[in-house]
T-cell receptor
């Protein structure tokens, strides 16, 4: 059974801090990894994706992938209250999502 | 650039009834995937349509069926509704064969309540 695991949280960080969101996956053959943000009552919104080992940066967001450890993470720098949402990790070549980590950024 | 659209926004049905949900993909996209998201859970993959054929299917019973039309829009049909079918149904579109062919964009979803 292919799985995508995330800590459900909630994860609480103060405004301006770095939020670190983690995800592990079970299928060693997984190729593509995506992070989505979902505000309460809304649909998921694509933040970024990563295919290769290492870091990928996009503005305040950095995705990190370690295929040997089957681990992918999302760092949010200078966290803002507007970043408060559930963050979903997805392995789309397996069509699987994690259950999401709820992030709260406190002013 | 029109994004993914879904209709209706909300729907209330009773057990045993049938429902049809509709989705139009993002302009330029040719593939539609359907997901079910229960409260507090991640999206669960139902099936994916490409070239009017079901390309992949998740672990959902045959009560869930779909269709894709020549204009790439899609329908999700659920027969013999159960209380457990109450969820947010999400449609996602993507472009197969593109450089990142798994990149999926979601529509606003249809909230289905089964009483």
């Amino acid at each position: 059974q292919k799985e995508v695991e995330q800590n459900s949280g909630p994860l609480s960080v103060p405004e301006g801090a770095i939020a670190s969101l983690n995800c592990t996956y079970s299928d060693r053959g997984s190729q593509s990894f995506f992070w989505y943000r979902q505000y309460s009552g809304k649909s998921p919104e694509l933040i970024m994706f990563i295919y290769s080992n290492g870091d990928k940066e996009d503005g305040r967001f950095t995705a990190q992938l370690n295929k040997a450890s089957q681990y992918v993470s999302l760092l949010i720098r200078d966290s803002q209250p507007s970043d408060s949402a559930t963050y979903l990790c997805a392995v789309l070549n397996d069509m699987r999502f994690g259950a999401g980590t709820r992030l709260t950024v406190k002013p | 650039d029109a994004g993914v659209t879904q209709s209706p926004t909300h729907l209330i049905k009773t057990r045993g009834q049938q429902v049809t949900l509709r989705c139009s993909p993002k302009s330029g996209h040719d593939t539609v995937s359907w997901y079910q998201q229960a409260l507090g859970q991640g999206p669960q993959f139902i099936f994916q349509y490409y070239e009017e054929e079901e390309r992949q299917r998740g672990n959902f019973p045959d009560r869930f069926s779909g269709h894709q039309f020549p204009n790439y829009s899609s329908e999700l049909n659920v027969n013999a509704l159960l209380l457990g079918d109450s969820a947010l149904y999400l449609c996602a579109s993507s472009l197969v064969g593109g450089a990142f062919d798994n990149e999926q964009f979601f529509g606003p979803g249809t909230r289905l309540t089964v009483l």
